[in-house]
């Protein structure tokens, strides 16, 4: 099965996917299966039981606690022999390929932990309530044996037995429940040093697969297919031969195979020019086969079929399609002829006939046609080869017709072209349409002779009708009661009953006008207070009140008799303004929105701050701050102002209307400025008050800590004086990073000292904020610094923790650094090697090369040495050194295409570790082969590619003592 959605998705490792299966130790065998994803469901027994010989007629099924399996005694001392049964539902695998299945028990309990017996597994027939040791369920089959390492766990949290054959068998027989039993060997079964006890609930792990259905519903180029004659006909151009797939595999969130549509297709006179397409799908979708049209001839039948596969399972095929080609269409072009609409002259724009004829093409069988731009449109011949007449109504003007033929495939003919003409019949409509509610006429003139009436409308509205004076001509009276884009549509009636229709269109606008004093549409002027009057007059009839509001404020004013209305309103501040206005008919029915966008002139002075705003903190006490004052009154010649209530000062305004003055605030909080502007009349604004905030953050410093440096030491105290910039500060609320608050008292000054250790390294921050007498608090200083790492760092640019790389005698790069700035060489020392020092080369670090002595895991320790000679405390560094074997190859060489199949090359596997007696080798992951080291540790092994691509060697080496190297891995490229 290909992969279905992530959640079905499993399988090999990617190196074990990318390898061939191996049929023996220097033969391989390539093989093109697509890549395996598969279905693997975890199933947990629904039933349990154990039979008992000291109670040979007991039923323990389903009993709760564990399952005991061989000799074991009881609370006296009297011996039980216990066989374990364990059953599955497997009703949903009917019809399934089982890949394998694998069943998995707990060991719970062992008498004997250095004994590992051979436990058995037993297919048997159904344990039921009549079942015990004297009515055992029949057994069926020894399916499988397992014996645990000796290395393993004792208890086993996981004992696997493969139940493969059990689970084939039993669905072979129609079975919807398999039972599995655990026992020892018979021979054993009396030695109760061998009993186990496993938990009640088991697991089977179920690799399978359904095999993909037939298809259903095959269609031809979107049609059913046709299974007998007459075959369905098929015209030129590329194929689509598709049906609709199916297969049972589920996964347990929905997740379906993906599935590979194969579509075979052959010429019924050519069975052996079979070619095939295919597509992929899921369960229940269509998969398409396309073909080229450059593959089929003309008149001649061919047939189809599809099958569905996933990754491991091939479907049948579907019943046989046949159809047939039809490549050419009628010979000749039709014959387009009209009496309505001869080519020559301008008959009027009404509908008329036109009559096609297939023109000697015996195979036409209907007709297709398009008017000017329209769509294309068909009309079945009265017989093959024969003739049909459709009705059309032309445009004014010119007009293109055109025609071709068609033949039972679709196939169509060349094409032929009538042009003619028509005139325009519709009448003349004079007038314009431009208020709703007023009645407006319309002046209607004929352009066709006869006409008794006219009949019009606008769209939506019902049609009136009035009649035509002896010239034909008419007035009409229309009145919109609604608006936006309306259709006015008169038609002409003679009193033979022919017609003729013109069009007029309108945009009918239905908000408001609106008019106003002070404040003009996108105007500049008036300001707080000063009042502008607003007045409303209607677009839509019978209008009784309206609906405004400024900047989103709603109010409601009624109309006066002639539908207009007038409000005075005074804005209260300044800046953009927005007025929306709505009428309201008697009706209840309301117009759009009018819109009048002006902005007010601001007759307050304008205030802004730098550094000090209403927004945020900033600055601090004895910190001036610069204080700018504008105003849009342009008569503005100074500016009064007072900070925090104080005396009220003076400033001229620049020729801009600008002043700026500069003022420091002696303590933190918040602060006020108050400002108003002067006229050159004398003429003084109202006050407008800007709030500012100053910080009030105590100070803080530190000789032994300063801040955003890296300083001190783990266990070395220091000293931070507290500064406050409030008056008044009594007390201080402090805390270090990752510590309770805490308060101190401050001095009779204000400030305060705190002293603290640090008990590690790397960053802190002291927070602290300050209170006054009255409880007010500050806003908080935060003060970031570094104490020192007193360990050196060591850094390695070869050597990591867990990754085994270089090998014994490679040497490796590595770093020492120290963040104690007096440091002048680093002693350190490998394994249990002698000490060494290098001197610092790069500020207080150094770099070196240290070569392993040993594989696996090696440890380094490095101290830091100050001038006067004093060793911080130790860092230790452990890092994995790789033992694995190098592989070499003369013939073949790693990475390379060389040699070729059938030539023999010698590989050669050297230590990296000492005492090395044999190494164990995988060709192609065939089997594994161990051969013995030489003298000098190497061995040499020959091996014979049998087909030209990659192959991979792993390779691992055991020395005297039993220990395995790391793995080495070979690739190698056979040339073709």
């Not at 329209?374 to 109504?393: I, N």
């Not at 303590?667 to 006229?679: D, E, M, P, S």
């Not at 000098?936 to 060697?953: C, F, H, K, N, Q």
Request: overall charge negative.
């Amino acid at each position: 099965m290909p992969a279905r959605n992530p959640s079905r998705a499993g399988g090999r490792s990617l190196l074990a996917a990318a390898l061939s299966m191996v049929v023996g130790a220097g033969t391989v065998v390539a093989t093109a299966a697509p890549a395996a994803a598969y279905d693997v469901r975890y199933e947990t027994n629904t039933s349990w039981a154990w039979t008992d010989s000291r109670l040979p007629s007991k039923n323990n099924i389903d009993r709760a606690g564990e399952v005991p399996v061989g000799t074991w005694p009881d609370s006296e001392g009297h011996p039980h022999t216990s066989r374990a049964y364990f059953t599955f539902d497997i009703s949903r695998y009917r019809g399934a390929d089982i890949e394998s299945a694998k069943l998995d028990v707990k060991e719970t309990a062992a008498p004997d932990c250095a004994k590992r017996p051979e436990i058995e597994l037993w297919r048997t027939a159904p344990y039921t309530v009549k079942s015990s040791w004297l009515k055992p369920p029949a057994d069926l089959a020894r399916i499988d044996t397992t014996r645990l390492p000796d290395q393993s766990r004792c208890p086993a949290p996981y004992v696997g037995f493969d139940a493969t054959e059990g689970l084939r068998q039993a669905l072979a027989e129609g079975l919807s429940t398999l039972t599995l039993s655990l026992r020892l060997p018979a021979a054993v079964e009396a030695d109760p040093t061998l009993a186990r006890r496993y938990a009640s609930r088991a697991g089977l792990s179920v690799d399978h697969n359904f095999r993909p259905g037939v298809p259903t519903d095959p269609q031809t180029n979107g049609k059913a297919c046709t299974t007998a004659e007459p075959y369905q006909l098929v015209r030129r151009g590329d194929l689509g031969l598709s049906a609709i797939l199916h297969d049972k595999d589920r996964n347990d969130s929905g997740g379906t195979d993906q599935l590979t549509a194969t579509v075979a297709l052959w010429p019924v006179d050519q069975p052996d020019a079979r070619i095939e397409r295919t597509d992929t799908a899921w369960d229940g979708q269509r998969a398409v086969g396309r073909f080229s049209y450059d593959l089929f001839q003309h008149d001649r039948t061919y047939a189809w079929q599809m099958r569905a596969a996933d990754s491991r399972a091939t479907g049948e095929w579907s019943p046989v399609c046949y159809f047939r080609t039809d490549f050419q269409g009628p010979a000749t072009a039709p014959t387009v002829t009209s009496t309505d609409f001869p080519q020559d002259g301008w008959p009027p724009a009404l509908a008329g006939e036109f009559t096609f004829g297939a023109n000697g093409a015996a195979d036409a069988v209907g007709f297709g046609y398009s008017l000017n731009d329209q769509l294309d449109k068909s009309v079945a011949a009265d017989r093959p080869g024969g003739t049909a007449t459709v009705a059309v109504t032309p445009r004014a003007g010119i007009n293109y017709l055109r025609v071709w033929s068609l033949d039972a495939a679709g196939n169509r003919s060349a094409t032929t072209t009538y042009d003619f003409r028509a005139s325009d019949v519709s009448p003349i409509v004079d007038g314009t349409l431009t208020e709703v509610g007023v009645a407006t006429t319309f002046q209607v003139r004929p352009r066709m002779d006869g006409v008794a009436r006219y009949r019009f409308g606008l769209d939506g509205d019902p049609e009136q009708t009035v009649d035509a004076a002896a010239d034909g001509t008419a007035s009409i009276t229309v009145t919109a009661t609604r608006g936006g884009y309306r259709t006015l549509s008169v038609t002409s009636l003679t009193a033979a009953g022919v017609t003729a229709t013109a069009t007029r269109s309108f945009t009918l606008l239905t908000e408001p006008r609106i008019s106003a004093t002070v404040y003009e549409e996108y105007g500049f002027g008036g300001g707080q207070g000063v009042p502008g009057v607003f007045t409303f007059t209607p677009r839509l009839p019978d209008t009784v009140s309206y609906r405004y509001q400024f900047n989103g404020e709603e109010a409601t004013v009624a109309a006066n008799a002639d539908g207009t209305a007038s409000v005075t309103w005074a804005p209260k501040e300044a800046g953009w303004t927005n007025l929306a206005v709505w009428s309201v008919s008697r009706d209840g029915t309301e117009s759009e929105a009018a819109t009048w966008y002006f902005t007010v002139r601001d007759l307050l002075p304008g205030i802004s701050g730098d550094p000090y705003n209403a927004n945020w903190w900033a600055g601090g006490p004895g910190q001036a701050g610069e204080f700018r004052f504008s105003s849009e009154v342009p008569e503005t010649v100074s500016f009064r102002y007072r900070f925090d209530g104080g005396a009220e000062q003076s400033v001229d305004a620049d020729g801009n209307g600008y002043a700026t003055v500069s003022w420091t605030p002696d303590q933190g909080g918040t602060h006020t400025l108050v400002a108003r502007g002067v006229t050159a009349d004398g003429t003084v604004s109202p006050e407008r008050t800007f709030t500012f905030l100053v910080n009030d953050a105590p100070l803080v410093a530190s000789a032994q800590y300063p801040k955003d440096t890296n300083s001190g030491l783990p266990g070395v105290a220091g000293v931070f004086t507290v500064t406050p910039q409030r008056p008044d500060v009594v007390k201080y609320h402090y805390a270090f990073y990752g510590e309770e608050e805490k308060t101190i008292d401050a001095a009779a000054d204000g400030t305060a000292s705190i002293t603290w250790t640090p008990e590690r390294s790397g960053w802190q921050m002291l927070t602290v904020r300050g209170e006054t007498g009255d409880g007010t608090v500050t806003q908080p200083r935060e003060y970031a610094f570094t104490v020192r790492e007193p360990k050196p760092t060591i850094i390695s640019y070869l050597y990591n923790e867990y990754d085994p790389q270089g090998g014994i005698g490679v040497a490796g790069g590595f770093r020492f650094d120290s963040e104690l700035p007096d440091t002048v060489a680093f002693v350190y020392r490998l394994n249990d090697g002698p000490e060494q020092t290098v001197a610092v080369t790069d500020g207080t670090a150094a770099e070196l090369t240290v070569t392993p002595d040993r594989g696996f895991r090696n440890t380094l320790t490095v101290r830091a040495r100050s001038a006067a000679g004093e060793l911080s405390p130790e860092a230790t560094y452990s890092f994995m050194v790789s033992t694995a074997p190098t592989v070499s190859s003369t013939t073949y060489p790693s990475g390379e295409a060389a040699g070729g199949v059938g030539v023999p090359g010698v590989f050669t596997f050297a230590p990296r570790m000492p005492d090395v007696e044999t190494y164990v080798y995988q060709f192609d992951n065939g089997p594994e082969v161990t051969v013995p080291a030489g003298a000098d540790g190497t061995a040499s092994v020959t091996l014979t590619p049998t087909e030209a691509r990659w192959y991979p060697i792993s390779v691992y080496a055991v020395d005297k003592a039993g220990n395995r190297s790391d793995y080495a891995y070979y690739w190698f490229v056979v040339q073709g």
